[in-house]
């Protein structure tokens, strides 16, 4: 079993498991007692980072949050007191923009966070902040706005457990506009996305849309340095995670991921939709190590690379551990790999053996 160690770093694993391929659909079952599980692959996420209080900031509604944050100093800790709602109709509901010289802490446990309206606009928008600690809040786009969770540039910024869900457009979504994405860490349960199909400029409506989506974005500069972690389930578009961009001059280095999809159920009648982790565009400079990656009745795999751009390579990107159980549903891709080869990805212990 993997040790699992404090935050920001951590380290590999082993198992065994059990093959079935049977009628065109690969099934993948865990044996013996060195399978892992995603609950303990992010168990760093049950001991927050140390944090030294200089000044509590209790809050008991939106306004009182909202003011908190504008006025957020180093030391701070904005405290919700109680259970309460974050909302907008004319625009994100709550936008965190502050950069910060040292760490200051925001607990949203028992707050909702709710765009109401019926534009593209967020739930909650990170706009190039830096330094922060977040944890716990239930973000939602009504099932008509756009991204749950939407993060421009940002540095040093950490977010744990929050829950996105009825989402209009995309679930999570961490962009290179305005800054670079280096060095942040989030984690958190991504649902019931891309109710909005009305947002997807794709043909086939909702391959464009995703639980999570890293690093997409036109002109967009360097993505590096983070950790992602995502439970994301019955996810009707897109993939669960998706990662790439159009840059060739832009670094996407030094990234890691763990991800437990489940019930991925997009069946693209072209192209490729319905898996776990996807990677497109250039990526020759994608650094990626994904420490774990669950698929299970899924669409399609695992891990899927066919629509990288001519040229481009997947050498720095590794699988450590990978598991699937009912994938490739979708009847055109009945027989085909569980995990795609295309680019040479490295695939430590994944089942069956590439």
Not at 150 to 174: K, M, P
Not at 311 to 324: A, D, I, K, S
């Amino acid at each position: 079993m993997r040790r699992l160690v404090s935050a920001r770093v951590p380290v590999a694993c082993v198992s065994v498991v059990l093959v079935v391929i049977a009628f065109g659909v690969v099934s993948v079952a865990g044996a013996g007692t060195a399978s892992e599980t995603y609950d303990q692959e992010i168990a760093y996420t049950q001991t927050r980072p140390a944090f030294v209080v200089k000044r509590t900031v209790a809050v008991a509604g939106a306004a009182a949050l909202r003011s908190a944050i504008a006025n957020l100093q180093p030391g701070d800790l904005v405290k919700a007191t109680g259970s309460f709602t974050v909302a907008s109709s004319t625009r994100a509901a709550l936008t965190i923009s502050k950069r910060l010289s040292a760490p200051a802490e925001i607990d949203l446990t028992g707050v909702k966070i709710v765009y109401t309206g019926t534009q593209q606009f967020d739930g909650v928008w990170v706009n190039n902040a830096s330094n922060l600690y977040i944890f716990g809040g239930d973000l939602s786009t009504s099932d008509r706005g756009g991204v749950c969770l939407r993060v421009y540039g940002s540095q040093h910024v950490l977010w744990w457990g929050f829950t996105a869900h009825d989402c209009g457009g995309t679930g999570f979504q961490a962009q290179a506009i305005g800054g670079p994405v280096d060095h942040n860490d989030f984690q958190g349960t991504i649902t019931k996305v891309g109710q909005n199909l009305a947002w997807d400029p794709h043909d086939v409506k909702g391959t464009g849309l995703h639980a999570a989506n890293l690093w997409d974005a036109p002109y967009t500069g360097n993505f590096t340095n983070n950790r992602f972690a995502f439970y994301a389930h019955d996810i009707p578009v897109g993939a669960c995670v998706q990662f790439g961009n159009t840059q060739p001059s832009s670094q996407a280095t030094g990234n890691t991921l763990y991800l437990k999809c489940v019930n991925e159920t997009e069946q693209a009648p072209k192209g490729v939709a319905g898996n776990a982790l996807q990677l497109w565009g250039d990526t020759n400079t994608v650094g990626l190590d994904a420490k774990y990656i669950e698929c299970d009745n899924c669409q399609g795999r695992p891990f899927e690379a066919a629509s990288m751009f001519p040229g481009q390579n997947l050498h720095n990107v590794t699988v450590e551990y990978g598991r699937g159980t009912n994938i490739n549903l979708n009847p055109r891709f009945h027989g085909r790999a569980v995990w795609d080869t295309t680019g040479g990805a490295v695939f430590d212990n994944v089942a069956p053996t590439p």
